[in-house]
């Protein structure tokens, strides 16, 4: 898997490039009588769903919407041919294409799947799987056989699909991942979704979870899309990252339950790194890691944030406990720990996890648990 390649905009650019040419071959044939592929609806009428999804995410993000979509539409004149649908969708491309490059890194506009907000990346990556995926449905009811660029499929799975575990192409996993085709050992998909990035808002940083793409990108050295602070990131934000791509490359990735990079909100920069070690047990516990760049240290930012990030974990049904296991000689990561609410374990909460988990004996283990079980 590759790390960040190119910038958002460009890989819209190149997705409606790609299909307007592809199409541009079928532009005599009847795409109004025609079904598209899977779909109840004819490649005409999916044609101009293509150029509806790129306007609407363009709206979006220029109009900073927050609580809805912007109550617009486009309607094709009547009398528009295939090779005017094909204008209309070059022109909503670059629209949508020059809003993410106009667009600061920082900037959330309302989507509602499944965290209700998306970034820059977040709507480049919806407009090129719509691009994608409907110019498949028009090819496949026009009896073409149509395969964009690798690339472009990873950016879509690796963006907006990080709970599905890559399979033999980037192409036929997104096919099978969105109910158009089926993979050898996996069950055809019937109800899917994508999934944006979780983002958790403190008073001074937001806590922004990082996709497959951005976890690859910092475990080989990359910035993974963000602007740090001198000295970051972190070793340990790096290493966090390769354990993020290696659960991703195995499947059992979950993006509430990965790695989020520290974003200070006054100047938009990256101070560090923090997230869970895996999904919670089957008890319910989960262990949590933080670092933060040398020069972000000292000013309270890793309190305030595994702050945030513990109380949005306890809040969760089946979550009763968090854990972090330190350094013994590490006196500020313990005093992070106990400001954000967490203990000291007790002697058998740590033999349990040095005997049954293979905890280091050189690291004490703090605690922070959830409502049940301090009941």
Request: hydrophobic share 40%; charged share 25%.
């Amino acid at each position: 898997m590759g790390g960040i390649t190119g910038e958002p905009g460009a890989r819209v650019e190149q997705a409606v490039a790609g299909a307007v040419t592809f199409l541009r071959s079928a532009v005599d044939r009847d795409w109004a009588g025609v079904r598209a592929g899977r779909l109840d609806w004819s490649c005409r009428d999916t044609a101009e769903h293509i150029a509806g999804d790129l306007i609407a995410y363009a709206g979006q993000l220029a109009g900073r919407a927050q609580n809805a979509y912007v109550p617009f539409d486009i309607t094709l004149e009547e009398d528009a041919d295939n090779e005017g649908i094909l204008h209309v969708i070059e022109t909503t491309g670059t629209l949508l294409t020059t809003t993410i490059r106009t667009t600061p890194r920082e900037v959330r506009a309302f989507h509602p799947y499944p965290f209700r907000s998306a970034n820059r990346v977040g709507f480049a990556a919806m407009g090129v799987a719509e691009v994608l995926l409907h110019t498949h449905d028009i090819a496949e009811g026009l009896g073409l056989r149509y395969e964009p660029a690798a690339e472009l499929a990873e950016f879509v799975l690796t963006t907006l699909f990080p709970h599905i575990q890559p399979g033999p192409t980037p192409w036929t996993t997104l096919l099978w991942a969105t109910g158009r085709g089926d993979l050898p050992g996996r069950a055809p998909v019937t109800e899917w979704r994508w999934r944006n990035n979780l983002v958790i808002p403190t008073d001074r940083l937001t806590l922004q979870g990082v996709t497959p793409a951005s976890a690859a990108d910092l475990r080989t050295g990359g910035d993974g899309g963000f602007e740090w602070v001198g000295g970051g990131p972190f070793e340990g934000t790096r290493e966090a990252a390769g354990m993020m791509v290696k659960a991703y490359e195995e499947g059992v990735h979950r993006p509430e339950w990965g790695l989020f990079v520290l974003v200070r909100r006054e100047d938009g920069r990256a101070v560090g790194g923090m997230g869970f070690h895996g999904v919670p047990d089957e008890q319910g516990h989960a262990e949590v890691g933080y670092d933060l760049a040398e020069a972000a240290r000292g000013h309270g930012y890793a309190t305030e944030a595994l702050r945030a990030l513990s109380e949005h974990a306890l809040a969760r049904d089946d979550v009763q406990l968090l854990v972090a296991a330190i350094e013994t000689d590490n006196l500020p990561s313990q005093g992070v720990a106990t400001r954000a609410g967490y203990v000291r374990a007790t002697v058998e909460e740590e033999r349990t996890a040095q005997e049954e988990q293979d905890m280091d004996r050189t690291l004490q283990l703090y605690v922070r648990r959830g409502r049940l079980s301090e009941a």
